[in-house]
């Protein structure tokens, strides 16, 4: 008799979670504006780009495979990233940088008309080095910048779907 009550109790509870929209951090269900969109950047496997389509892909919207079959054209006009020492120590080597990465994008439907103008935004980031380990520093800045291009690419993810 235990099991039973323990069987539904568990049942009851999985459609509770199911039924009031529990999904995992990170997940975004994209809304069928943005099926058809084509992503125009670089193609390079760490671009803004590239994690776009990869977010995009990821929350269920249907990309276009090519840019004639797009509804919509998302252009990637800047991805820049620029460094700038904030400290350094007494031999004059930096031991904190700031990363500012800046990227601007704009959305153009297929016929010509601007859907979202040009838009730009930034991320910034501090860097703390100790050591004088040179292959851990770079690691450590390309693992940021990575960072850095997924947040920008959740941030204009979620202005395509509130604009689209």
């Not at 109790?9 to 929209?21: H, I, K």
């Not at 943005?34 to 892909?57: C, F, K, N, V, W």
């Not at 797009?70 to 252009?75: D, K, P, S, T």
Request: proline share 1%; glycine share 8%.
């Amino acid at each position: 008799m235990k099991r039973h009550y323990r069987i539904v109790l568990w049942v009851v509870l999985v459609l509770l979670l199911s039924g009031c929209g529990f999904h995992l951090k990170g997940y975004q269900q994209a809304t069928p504006n943005l099926d058809g969109l084509y992503i125009q950047g670089d193609a390079g496997r760490t671009s803004l780009a590239a994690m776009l389509r990869q977010e995009l892909s990821a929350s269920g919207a249907k990309l276009a495979a090519s840019e004639a079959a797009a509804r919509h054209h998302l252009q990637v006009l800047k991805d820049q990233i620029e460094y700038r020492a904030l400290s350094v120590d007494a031999n004059g080597k930096a031991l904190e940088y700031e990363l500012k990465l800046t990227v601007e994008y704009q959305v153009t439907a297929a016929t010509g008309e601007q859907r979202i103008e040009p838009q730009s935004l930034q991320v910034l980031r501090q860097l703390i080095y100790s050591g004088t380990e040179e292959l851990g520093r770079r690691n450590e800045a390309a693992l940021v910048q990575q960072e850095m291009r997924r947040n920008l690419a959740g941030q204009i993810l979620r202005h395509l779907q509130a604009r689209l």
